[in-house]
């Protein structure tokens, strides 16, 4: 059998529909984990930041608190910062993770909270990875989201947290980029449970757990696809009920920078 022949063959058996052969590798380009959060400023650094520096100085810091969560894009260099906020004095800002890259005077800076443990019974409380005005170039896959919960009691499979007989509307996360793709509707922790690889659910009573709550983990990479987000795009969650009574729930996703 001819060279040639052997290699016909061996590509039709590795691709027998004739598609577009794709292999899952690892990646080299950066690493990110994020948390959902919503919009509460914009503003802009106001005297340039460097490497490790844990305070950053801004024009405008009104608004933002400690616990928020303080984002920094670079744009000539196309770099992202992720930091908690620790305290805040008039316009500087002091965060519990050191800049990773030096920020110039005008940096792009947003502030808002992670908490979804919200009110969105009447107005439903949307979160973003990157939900700003801002057109942030950097493209991101994001191949998982992480989900915690945590309650003051019991929680089982028919409540959704702690909250009984589950949510009336349901939490969403969908897809924004140019139209908006629904991906899935939750409303009690069995149909979280449903959805997720690995599903734990805590309790108080448990010496090795001390609290109340769940946590799980949906691999979209399972579904054979990533979700890609590119300039402008966004992937949010809604939250449609009142979750106030929940003491912490939050959701972060994992993925890679695009080259």
Request: charged residues 20%.
């Amino acid at each position: 059998m001819g060279e040639a022949k052997r290699t016909e063959l061996m590509e039709n058996w590795n691709n027998p529909r004739g598609g577009v052969d794709a292999n899952l590798q690892d990646q080299i380009t950066d690493a990110m984990i994020v948390p959902f959060s919503n919009v509460i400023v914009e503003t802009e650094v106001a005297i340039a930041g460097s490497i490790d520096d844990l305070v950053i100085n801004v024009t405008n810091g009104t608004g933002i608190l400690a616990g928020h969560l303080l984002t920094l894009y670079n744009g000539e260099a196309n770099r992202v910062y992720f930091g908690n906020v620790l305290s805040v004095s008039t316009n500087a800002i002091t965060v519990d993770t050191p800049l990773d890259f030096d920020y110039p005077i005008d940096t792009f800076v947003s502030s808002g909270s992670t908490e979804l443990a919200v009110d969105g019974s009447s107005t439903p409380q949307i979160f973003g990875i990157r939900n700003t005005e801002e057109a942030i170039p950097l493209s991101v896959d994001i191949t998982r989201l992480i989900v915690t919960c945590l309650a003051t009691t019991v929680c089982d499979f028919s409540t959704f947290g702690d909250i009984e007989g589950g949510l009336t509307v349901g939490i969403v996360v969908r897809t924004k980029n140019g139209r908006y793709k629904n991906l899935f509707n939750a409303k009690t922790n069995l149909e979280l449970s449903g959805l997720m690889f690995d599903f734990d659910i805590f309790e108080a009573i448990n010496p090795n757990q001390g609290v109340d709550g769940f946590k799980g983990r949906m691999t979209i990479k399972k579904l054979g696809v990533v979700i890609r987000l590119g300039p402008g795009e966004d992937l949010q969650l809604i939250i449609q009920d009142n979750l106030s009574s929940l003491t912490s729930f939050k959701v972060s996703i994992q993925g890679h920078v695009v080259d």
